[in-house]
């Protein structure tokens, strides 16, 4: 959502010049007519060229009208005749300003203040440039004095509301938009600025009356518009949402955070088309846009579709190297050059978005709890692939030893998956409408342990959450594989396979090696007891099936190659592949059609519930790993249906997943190191029946009786690792790397 929080300037005028041209002139000026009033200062200088005030009031028109360069040469001339000269020095400094010359701003500022020390307007902007530069809590200081010398100054109050709403402290933030308010009732942008504030918070009703009392002062409020439509989608009402960011739009077509928001509802609609056009029209108001920038790369990669990858693969790497491009970095994993240029995202995303509390919420308190307070924070308590995996370790957790709570802000749920989790822990806390403030006071009032983050920078994530340091442990686990790229993330759960020393430095969390696997899977999990035919599943009668089930997103032009080449090595064979939204099959088909390939040995799937698609997968003869990113939920979902996983090892986390998997199930010799390695072996499988039926049974053989189905061993070792750092630290001591013993 982009907002937009107003934050005036003031050109104060002065009748210090007891002339009767130049009040003439300062009438103009004050009216609007610049040309006339310009004419008149000239008028002057032509008589007086050391007149001070004529020199500085000509400035300020250049300002006005756009020209910072000269208004900095014409006010330092004012300057240079009369140096007490407070007005100019506050106006040179607004021109600096709008340079974004920010220390000569600063200056200036600070000079018009030593020379009028109660001038309230030098005060603001003096603020205004300190909040530009990030120094948030010297800018609140100055909006306060600015404040103590012109009690009644609105933009004051408005400026300093938003100053302490970036900083976190939404209720003083909304008493200054409400003094602001009470001086001037109806200022539009302190209006919108409270809807923002309680937006954020997550009071949607009352954001909506806050943004609808704008419009009715001011109907062509484009923000209004814009973040009304925010509130809307968030309360579901998805038509009205789409009608208010269109609304925008027709007041202002080149507002790119409408059309990102457009998109993003689009997206979400299953009408990829419409959001990649609405994403495009944002980059090609704003090049520099990076949400919509990865927004229209993500809705590409989704559809596979694939003009240009290459090149925009290299942009986005190139602007997260550089430091000039925000993406969300849970996008960037499926294009990302290298673990450092991962983290290098995961570090400039947290530090705009989520910068960790100014002042945390645990201070240092050494709690003494019988049990260890474990709070799992999720969206994802429903029908969804880390429910899938999670619901038996939360159901075995030792109650002896560890309190477990569930802190959920997904969507509510009726489901069956709902219902079983709901009974797997002790405390079950659906907080999807509280700030990420009010969550992180919850955890600290309930002296939480151990916060464990199940989604990072995922979809519906939530890491403001634990900016506000509410727990003295607080781990990264399974959503997100990746480092965040923060300091309140203490550890990371991972694997020697995983995360190697090799990648350590590209963490800035503490691991915590798992000794088999990092994922944790759930030995519960039914599988359909029909088991459909190839004919109800469009599968050819016979034929070898190569297939992958990953999200489309992580398929890319090099590995579709591989596919081409193995279908047409393979005769009779065909690819078996999930279907995310309806463009998948016309692109991928294209793609294979441009490829050699007869476009309809392509074969999609659509969803289903989870033991369907466990089921209708054992039809399947071989699952096709994807890289950079590879299959994690769905190489188990293959693994525990009896389907081998082959894989390629990648270069950093997420492209290593299938790797730590099959060698927990005892099945290396289905990892390779490159693509050559993992196209030769799986056209091998494909084309020598006896090897490939030798595969088949060892993973029959092994599924139950090694590490990766077992919930309990992994279960034993968790709860080892949260012993160990609680212990650690309950001695005072810092986090650390540590391996977990096997048990």
């Known amino acids: 959502m982009v907002k937009r929080l107003a934050a005036r300037q003031a050109h104060p005028i002065t009748l210090d010049v007891p002339n009767d041209l130049l009040k003439t002139a300062l009438a103009h000026h004050q009216a609007g007519r610049l040309p006339e009033a310009e004419a008149v200062y000239r008028q002057i200088l032509d008589a007086h060229p050391d007149s001070a005030d004529a020199w500085h009031w000509l400035g300020v028109i250049g300002q006005q009208t756009g020209q910072p360069e000269q208004a900095v040469k014409l006010i330092s001339r004012a300057l240079s005749l009369r140096p ?32 009028k020390p109660d001038f309230a307007e030098a005060y603001c902007s ?70 923002v504030t309680l937006q954020e918070q997550k009071h949607y009703q009352a954001a909506g009356e806050y943004f609808i009392r704008v419009l009715q002062i001011k109907p062509d409020h484009t923000q209004a518009h814009n973040n009304l439509g925010g509130v809307l989608q968030a309360l579901g009402r998805i038509d009205e949402a789409i009608a208010s960011f269109e609304r925008a739009l027709a007041i202002d077509p080149g507002l790119a955070g409408a059309h990102n928001n457009l998109g993003l509802l689009y997206r979400k609609r299953g009408k ?37 990858y290459d090149r925009h693969v290299q942009h986005i790497n190139q602007a997260v190297h550089t430091g000039l491009g925000r993406y969300l970095p849970f996008a960037f994993l499926a294009v990302a050059k290298s673990p450092a240029h991962a983290l290098t995202c995961a570090r400039l995303y947290a530090a705009e978005f989520y910068p960790p509390a100014k002042i945390p919420l645990w201070n240092g308190t050494i709690y003494q709890h ?51 989790l709901l009974q797997a822990f002790e405390r079950f806390a659906d907080v999807r409408d509280f700030s990420d403030h009010q969550v992180a006071m919850l955890l600290r009032e309930w002296e939480i342990d151990i916060a464990v ?60 090696l798992m000794p088999d696997t990092y994922q944790v899977n759930d030995d519960q999990r039914r599988i ?45 064979s065909v690819l078996w592949l ?50 950079p990113y590879n299959a994690h939920t769905t190489a188990s979902d293959a693994l525990w249906a009896g389907l081998p996983v082959l894989t390629c090892v990648g270069e950093s986390f997420p492209g290593r997943v299938a790797a730590s998997l099959l060698r927990a199930i005892d099945l290396p010799e289905l990892i ?59 001695q005072g001591l810092p986090p650390e790397d540590f391996a977990v013993p096997a048990v």
């Not at 190839?534 to 032009?557: A, H």
């Open 84 to 115: 007490n000269y407070a007005e100019a020095h506050y106006n040179l400094g607004f021109a600096y300003q709008t340079g974004r010359q920010w220390d000569k701003a600063l200056h200036c500022f600070q000079q018009a203040i030593l020379l």
């Open 126 to 195: 003096l603020a205004n440039t300190l909040k530009a530069l990030g120094r948030l809590e010297e800018a609140a200081l100055r909006y306060r004095q600015a404040i103590s010398f012109k009690l009644s100054y609105t933009d004051a109050h408005n400026n300093l509301g938003n100053t302490l709403r970036l900083l976190g402290q939404y209720d003083e933030a909304l008493a200054c938009f409400r003094n602001a308010l009470h001086f001037k009732p109806d200022a539009v942008d302190s209006l919108n600025n409270m809807g």
């Open 272 to 308: 990829q088309a419409e959001a990649l056009k609405h994403f495009q029209q944002a980059l090609a108001i704003n090049p520099e846009f990076a949400e919509a920038s990865y927004n229209y790369h993500d809705v590409q990669l989704n559809c596979c579709y694939w003009e240009n």
């Open 370 to 420: 019988p049990r260890i307070r474990v709070a799992y924070l999720s969206a994802d308590y429903h029908n969804h692939a880390t429910a899938y995996l999670m619901a038996g370790l939360f159901e075995k957790h030792d109650r002896s030893r560890f309190e477990i709570t569930a802190v959920s802000f997904g969507p509510p749920s009726e489901g069956d998956m709902r219902q079983r």
């Open 453 to 512: 983050d199940l989604k990072g920078y995922t979809t519906e994530g939530r890491p403001g959450i634990l900016a506000y340091r509410p727990a003295p442990i607080q781990i990264n686990y399974l959503g997100y594989p990746g480092s965040m790229g923060c300091d309140y993330l203490d550890y990371i759960i991972a694997d020697r396979y995983v995360l190697p020393d090799s990648d350590r430095p590209f963490y800035t969390e503490k691991v915590i």
């Open 528 to 572: 359909a007891e029909h088991t459909p035919s190839r004919g109800e599943m469009n599968l050819p009668e016979t034929g070898f099936i190569f297939s992958c089930f990953n999200n489309n997103y992580k398929i890319n032009p090099p590995l579709f190659d591989v596919w081409m080449r193995l279908l047409r090595q393979t005769d009779g």
């Open 578 to 627: 999930f279907q995310n939204n309806p463009l998948v099959a016309a692109n991928l088909r294209q793609e294979a059609q441009n490829r050699g390939v007869d476009p309809r040995r392509l074969i999609f799937a659509p969803a289903v519930v989870l033991d369907r698609h466990l089921a209708r997968i054992q039809l399947a003869d071989l699952f096709l790993d994807t890289l």
């Open 672 to 730: 390779t190191e490159n693509l050559a390695d993992y196209e030769a072996l799986a056209l091998q499988l494909a084309t020598q029946p006896e090897r490939y039926r030798q595969i088949r049974e060892k993973l029959a053989q092994n599924r139950l009786q090694t590490p990766l189905f077992d919930t309990d061993r992994f279960r034993r070792h968790l709860e080892s690792a949260y012993q160990s750092i609680y212990q650690r630290q309950q």
